[in-house]
């Protein structure tokens, strides 16, 4: 798609370009196209490029750069971008230096430095001028510079004023690359246009000596914009941010070499908050740094499963923020990993509170299920009941007690078998999305777990205990069962000695702040689920209770899908690649 349509004598065209060259590699073309329809068009360079020592070292063959020479490379830079201009049909007049610092625009968004040389000094810039297409760098640039001054633009957009027209506004990539990413407009140039855009980017000569190929593999046919908060590459470093009410979560991953070699580092940035916080050891109460008070709040939690790492921050640090920018910054080399990542944080939809919820997993319990069913509404506030795909009448039972409790229960059915830890997740995370609880029960549906224990605990659901598990007399549970059990139960004491005796028992509580630990960390499977929940909990030092519970197996365990060699193969699996480092990841 081409932009010249767009251009007229009224159209008013500002590129911000965070170094001198930028503007020749980005809209270099574009330049030209806006020029030739008579439209105006400002050049701002946020920065004179002078923090460059090593062209200057080459050129100037000296190896220490005081400030002075850094001052002259500046002036030097200027001239040059002068130069590229002219080429490019630009007056003189037209470009506007403002100076900021090279390499410290991140340093300046994080502490929203007031001043002439304070992001307020661009915006400025930008609003006096009044563009009505605003070309400038993406947020996913790699470089710091470029995309801390795209953060910066979108925050004022979002408070734009209503005396003004808000502008078109596209976005260059310079370093890094567009994949994954939909092209938001394109522009084709003309051979002369394309040859003078090399022209404009060789005029920078000070850049070409130590390699003009990086330079000139701009200067293609077509200029590609993307829109400014275009998507992060899946690739990213940084997972996804989630929030309710009451916290915010981030994920990232974050490989050990990483942690170990560099100064690894997470950037918030709203409207009117900047945070960071240091990742090189992480911890239950790790500092909220405070950028702009330059103070620290140690209020966040991390967790880490392998290279996954999960961030709790509350909500109260960020309490009227509607959006959030964030970077991993990983503390080696120059550029950046990934650029920064815009998250909406509006506010969701309020839960209803209730005392408890109760999850029962189905698969062929016809036999079973409804006096299971009804029991636990009589003790939990809400009962979520999932249909694993069953081919006998158990899915006609749950719809027709949904029916005569559709106050109690809520259904969730899958056309076919996907294995009972899909089928808990999935009410986990319905749970956590419908309701603010106190505790969630998890019990089976073929009557081993009487539903009458969902209150021995609940009792036991203490502020401070994350998870209990309902144990039961091992010596007396069938053969098929006591065996698994007693050998998983062995290991897994032997790693973890707050482990509970009873690992298999599928009747849990858990913390509402736990289960949305467990959401968004183990997707499901099958049998293993349940004890990857447990691993979870150990290796994550959560608060751990057992309340005792009727050892119950109906018909010598005949209601029982659990194979005794292939379930319990998966199970010792799991606990292997569990201390391999290969847990579970963040779920997406």
């Known amino acids: 798609m081409s932009l010249a349509l767009a251009f007229n004598r009224s159209a008013r065209v500002m590129i911000l370009a965070v170094h001198p060259d930028d503007e020749s590699i980005a809209a270099g073309g574009l330049i030209q196209q806006a020029i030739a ?31 002075n020479d850094r001052m002259r490379w500046g002036r030097r830079r200027r001239e040059e971008a002068l130069s590229a201009l002219s080429v490019l049909g630009v007056k003189a007049e037209e470009a506007v230096f403002l100076g900021f610092p090279d390499q410290g625009l991140t340093d300046l968004l994080l502490t929203n430095g007031v001043g002439a040389h304070g992001m307020e000094a661009l915006e400025r810039e930008v609003l006096e001028w009044d563009p009505s297409l605003l070309i400038v760098p993406s947020m996913r640039d790699l470089h710091p510079d470029h995309n801390a001054t795209g953060v910066a633009i979108d925050i004022l957009l979002q408070r734009w004023p209503s005396a003004l027209e808000r502008p078109q506004v596209l976005a260059y990539l310079v370093h890094g690359e567009a994949q994954g990413s939909t092209v938001a407009e394109s522009m084709q140039l003309s051979p002369v246009q394309l040859l003078l855009k090399r022209v404009a980017i060789l005029s920078h000569e000070s850049q070409m000596k130590l390699g003009s190929w990086r330079f000139l593999k701009h200067a293609q046919p077509r200029e590609l914009y993307l829109d400014l908060k275009a998507s992060s590459d899946e690739r990213s470093s940084l997972i996804k941010v989630t929030h309710d009410e009451h916290d915010i979560k981030i994920y990232y991953r974050l490989s050990r070499f990483s942690r170990l070699l560099g100064a690894p580092q997470l950037y918030i940035v709203t409207g009117t908050a900047r945070f960071k916080i240091d990742l090189a050891h992480l911890s239950d109460a790790m500092e909220l740094i405070d950028c702009i008070n330059n103070r620290a709040i140690r209020a966040v939690q991390a967790f880490m499963v392998g290279d996954d790492c999960q961030l709790t921050i509350s909500r109260e640090y960020l309490p009227d923020a509607q959006q959030a920018y964030f970077k991993l910054a990983r503390g080696i080399g120059f550029f950046d990993a990934d650029g920064w990542c815009p998250y909406e944080l509006q506010p969701q939809p309020v839960r209803k509170k209730v005392g408890s919820v109760a999850i029962i997993p189905c698969f062929n319990v016809e036999d079973y299920c409804e006096p299971v069913i009804i029991a636990a509404t009589q003790y939990a506030d809400r009962v979520i009941v999932i249909d694993d795909g069953s081919s006998d009448r ?63 605990l609940l009792e036991c659901m203490k502020p401070e205990i994350d998870m209990v598990v309902g144990e039961r007399d091992i010596s007396r549970m069938p053969g098929r069962s006591k065996l698994g059990n007693t050998l998983a139960s062995g290991m897994l004491r032997w790693i973890y000695p707050a482990a509970p005796v009873d690992t298999q028992s599928g009747m849990r509580g858990f913390s509402q702040r736990f289960a949305a630990e467990i959401a968004a960390t183990i997707e499901g499977c099958r049998y293993e689920t349940e004890f990857q929940i447990l691993l979870l909990a150990l290796s994550r030092r959560r608060s751990i209770a057992s309340v005792t519970i009727p050892t119950v197996y109906l018909d010598d365990n005949r209601s029982s899908k659990f194979r005794p060699i292939t379930d319990s193969l998966r199970i010792f699996g799991t606990l292997i690649l569990w201390r391999l480092g290969f847990g579970p990841k963040v779920v997406l």
């Not at 400002?42 to 220490?64: A, C, H, L, M, S």
Request: glycine share 8%; charged share 20%.
């Open 394 to 456: 158990t899915g006609e039972i749950i719809t027709r007690l949904c029916k005569t409790l559709s106050h109690k229960i809520v259904p969730i059915s899958f056309p076919e078998n996907r294995g009972k830890g899909v089928g808990l997740m999935a009410g986990f995370r319905l749970a956590l999305e419908r309701y603010d609880f106190q505790a969630l029960i998890t019990l089976d549906a073929d009557g081993q777990h009487p539903p009458a224990h969902i209150q021995s």
């Open 37 to 67: 329809a008579g439209a105006n068009v400002r050049i701002v360079f946020i920065t004179d490029g002078d923090n460059n020592p090593w062209p200057q070292r080459y050129i100037e063959k000296r190896w220490t750069i005081a400030r």
